[in-house]
């Protein structure tokens, strides 16, 4: 359903979260819209912008005084508390001033949709008589999984002693307790104290999730039992958006220049997302695990990601040498298009679900290095549901590292991995396709905010 070259219809105001994982499926859920006749204004915070150049037939209005001090310290959980409690008068205003500017035009505010950790929206939205449809980023098994953890709790299951952690978490199938979606930035208390606000759609008439049915039917069975209000699974949403970048990082796309040399499924892409850190012990042994494995490997490493380092001056003596054109290392990288090149055989990956959604959709097989959170539950599920994907447990070391790339580079394991991997893929672009469940999704959802 794309209406480019009709009149708009009403305007949808879209609110992110200021991450880069949650910046980038609701400016392609944007974009989406916008093919189908609605005109997109942006409300975000000043921490991580999006570049309204990018998006030039959006109007984007930033919120006043939505800076913060936490994110330095890592606390992503008083960040989410600070951001709310700063962002809920501002928002007001502007969403007052944007229906004033509107008025008697057919250009008036339809729904607002936000992103879940952007919760203040929910409230104002109910006083100024607007619809609300809540955008969830995360997988909906992770969001199974996070809600979870209330019970367990209850039941006395977490926190769990060191002897649990390889335990199953009780009704979770597949997770073990190491694998629930827990915080490692702050206590569990205040981490379930957001968990519980985001999780409550209270007025809210609708949920979007970027997902397919196809990888989470059974999760998405579950939630629409949870939930009295449609879900509409819309993903991959980077597919079935117009093209588009939303990144927050420049992209190094000389890198594809190098792909173009390198043989047909040999190159390791390595990427572990825009939040992750690492020591400079492990980036050594990183390091030397990918030039011992023998393989071509193309590796971001995003400035300021090493503690203690600007970038990859840390690199130990002789790494360089020892590679020579074998390897490529870039500050941040056109994921979609290295995941689509023929060269790339496998993705040492964080799990992050925006990441994990991209690799499948490519048939790229997984090298799983989840840090915290959702990433975690998106690794289990690739390693043992989805099977297209080997997770690598325990402390980064330099001859794990090595066996594991070559497991899915060179052994007949990893050759096994892409040809599910591509079964997986086709069944995600049927998913896509005129009348396929994300289609129908999409237009269900269109239907709804039309007759707000």
């Known amino acids: 359903m794309k209406k480019e070259g009709r009149r708009?219809?009403?305007r949808v105001v879209l609110v992110p979260a200021p991450f880069q994982g949650h910046?980038?499926?609701m400016l392609q859920l944007g974009r989406i819209l916008y093919s189908n006749g609605f005109s997109i204004t942006v409300v975000h915070a000043q921490y991580n912008s999006p570049n309204p150049s990018t998006?030039?037939?959006?109007?984007?209005?930033?919120?006043?005084?939505?800076s913060s001090d936490h994110i330095s310290t890592g606390d992503l959980v008083a960040f989410v508390l600070e951001l709310n409690a700063k962002c809920k008068a501002g928002f007001r205003e502007c969403l007052a001033a944007e229906a004033m500017r509107q008025q008697g035009s057919d250009d008036g505010i339809a729904c607002i949709i936000y992103?879940?950790?952007?919760?203040?929206t929910q409230e104002t939205a109910k006083d100024m008589n607007l619809p609300s449809i809540i955008l969830r980023t995360i997988s909906v098994s992770s969001f199974l999984a996070r809600n979870a953890l209330f019970q367990l709790k209850a039941e006395g299951h977490i926190p769990f002693p060191e002897s649990k952690t390889h335990d199953p978490a009780p009704e979770l199938y597949p997770l073990r307790f190491k694998d629930l979606p827990l915080s490692i930035f702050t206590n569990l208390e205040n981490f379930l104290q957001v968990v519980s606000i985001v999780s409550d759609n209270k007025t809210s008439l609708a949920i979007i999730h970027n997902t397919i049915d196809c990888?989470?039917?059974?999760s998405?069975?579950?939630?629409?039992?949870?939930?009295?209000?449609?879900?509409?699974?819309?993903?991959?949403?980077?597919?079935i958006a117009s093209a588009s970048s939303s990144s927050l990082l420049e992209e190094d796309i000389s890198c594809l220049a190098w792909l173009d040399k390198q043989s047909c499924n040999s190159v390791i892409y390595v990427s572990l997302g825009?939040?992750?850190?690492?020591?400079?012990?492990?980036?050594?042994?990183?390091?030397?695990?990918?030039?011992?494995?023998?393989?071509?490997?193309?590796w971001v490493?995003?400035?300021?990601?090493?503690?203690?380092?600007?970038?990859?001056?840390?690199?130990?003596?002789?790494?360089?040498?020892?590679?020579?054109?074998?390897?490529?290392?870039?500050?941040?990288?056109?994921?979609?298009?290295?995941?689509?090149?023929?060269?790339?055989g496998g993705f040492l990956s964080h799990c992050g679900w925006n990441s994990t959604l991209e690799s499948i959709c490519e048939g790229v097989p997984m090298i799983c290095i989840p840090c915290f959170g959702d990433q975690r539950v998106n690794a289990r599920y690739v390693s043992h549901i989805w099977r297209v994907g080997l997770e690598l447990e325990g402390k980064l070391e330099r001859g794990e590292i090595e066996r594991v790339v070559r497991r899915l580079i060179v052994d007949e394991e990893g050759n096994e991995m892409r040809k599910r991997g591509k079964i997986l893929k086709e069944r995600v672009e049927l998913c896509t396709r005129d009348g396929g469940s994300s289609n129908n999704s999409l237009n269900k959802l269109i239907e709804l905010i039309m007759s707000f």
């Not at 992103?115 to 203040?120: A, I, L, V």
């Not at 990888?215 to 059974?218: A, V």
């Open 301 to 344: 490493v995003r400035p300021g990601s090493i503690r203690g380092a600007e970038w990859i001056e840390v690199l130990p003596q002789g790494f360089k040498e020892s590679i020579g054109e074998r390897g490529y290392i870039v500050k941040w990288a056109p994921q979609q298009e290295v995941l689509a090149h023929g060269a790339v």
């Open 115 to 120: 992103d879940d950790y952007m919760y203040f």
């Open 274 to 298: 825009s939040i992750a850190f690492m020591d400079v012990k492990d980036l050594v042994e990183m390091a030397w695990g990918l030039a011992n494995s023998q393989q071509p490997f193309l």
């Open 55 to 66: 998006h030039p037939d959006f109007s984007f209005i930033p919120l006043p005084d939505t």
């Open 8 to 10: 708009r219809l009403r």
């Open 220 to 239: 998405l069975a579950k939630i629409r039992q949870q939930y009295q209000v449609p879900i509409f699974p819309i993903g991959p949403m980077h597919r």
């Open 23 to 25: 910046i980038n499926p």
């Open 215 to 218: 990888l989470e039917n059974s």
